[in-house]
């Protein structure tokens, strides 16, 4: 999904021809046009330089990868957004190594690990729903979801959203971004995973029938965010722990008793 977005966003910005006698700027319906005409683009790009998470995570925070650099002037905004999740998450876990002898331990430090990366995933879920209010890739992602749907009652609801794509994108940007967060820096970890995986599952019922996805993949990552709740993985390195350690909410308030819940 996330990679028949950046295609679609790049394909259109580079003003590549999608087939002959189409010019740029006529663009084909189908994601299966797409594909025959972006692979060779793809190839020779690989055979240039060959792509690795390490350089992905430099070109994000500096703003150089292909959903930042669309944004033009605007795209600096989503650099300072990664960069305070990132400083952040580390920094919060830094001070829990520091402070919290109990925290030093491996379940605690690769719990963080494998939850910092989820919030990463999530970050860049988030480039291809900007610019506001429609952004190609996350109409192209509704679409789908109408098409290939596993029920008819949730293609119903997918359309209600794709007619409304101008309301529902900004909300579901917030949302992943309060994902991104919540997993980055370890606040409220319970109720995240558990929204989370209900919103994964989302996309499995979704894109079920599409030819082009693995659903297998959206059930890893539903389980993952599963296992983030019932564990409480804010617990480890994260500000779940701090605010446990040093609470700043009365423990019989309800505003303390829906974070307990949700920590």
Not at 16 to 27: D, F, H, N, S, V
Not at 179 to 196: E, I, K, P, Q
């Amino acid at each position: 999904m996330w990679i028949k977005a950046w295609a679609f966003g790049a394909i259109c910005s580079q003003g590549i021809e999608l087939m002959p006698g189409r010019i740029a700027g006529q663009i084909a319906l189908s994601w299966d046009e797409f594909v025959p005409a972006f692979r060779p683009h793809r190839l020779q790009v690989r055979g240039s330089m060959r792509d690795n998470p390490f350089h992905s995570l430099y070109q994000v925070l500096t703003g150089q990868i292909h959903d930042q650099l669309a944004l033009g002037a605007n795209g600096w905004l989503t650099v300072v957004l990664a960069w305070l999740l990132f400083c952040g998450g580390i920094a919060i876990a830094v001070y829990l190594l520091a402070v919290d002898p109990t925290q030093r331990t491996a379940k605690h430090i690769s719990v963080f690990a494998m939850r910092f990366i989820a919030a990463g995933m999530w970050y860049l879920g988030t480039l291809w729903k900007l610019p506001w209010p429609v952004a190609h890739g996350f109409k192209d992602w509704l679409t789908n979801c109408v098409t290939y749907s596993s029920f008819q009652f949730h293609a119903d609801i997918m359309q209600f959203f794709l007619v409304h794509i101008a309301l529902v994108q900004p909300l579901v940007y917030l949302l992943e971004l309060f994902f991104a967060f919540s997993l980055a820096c370890g606040f409220a970890v319970r109720f995240t995973g558990v929204v989370a995986a209900l919103f994964v599952v989302n996309l499995l019922f979704g894109l079920y029938n599409d030819p082009t996805e693995w659903v297998w993949t959206y059930v890893g990552i539903a389980a993952a965010h599963g296992m983030f709740a019932a564990d409480g993985a804010g617990q480890s390195l994260g500000l779940d722990r701090v605010l446990r350690l040093k609470p700043i909410l009365p423990a019989g308030s309800p505003v303390g008793q829906i974070y307990a819940l949700a920590s």
